[in-house]
């Protein structure tokens, strides 16, 4: 489960991973969908080989991200958040 996580907003969330904004323009079709950061992590990740954790592409496309450093910008925190 996710329920580790902080309850932190959508917006709060963003600038974690990405200090510098770019991010922030996903955060209006993923905040339309999830209330929380668990929510996300509950439907789109899971645990690949060597429990290496895997975000669905349908994370991506439900959110609009296209460029290959955003996608990996969430795959890194994801995967230096425990579940």
Sequence with gaps: TWAKLPAQSIESWLSEID????????????????????????????????????????????AGVKKVGHKRLFEKWFAEHPS
């Excluded at 439907?43 to 060597?50: A, M, N, Q, R, W």
């Design 19 to 62: 200090a510098t904004g770019g991010i922030d323009v996903y955060r209006e079709a993923i905040s339309a969908s999830f209330a929380s950061v668990a929510e996300v992590a509950a439907k789109f990740v899971t645990d690949g080989l060597d429990s290496k954790k895997v975000v669905s592409p349908e994370f991506f496309q439900s």
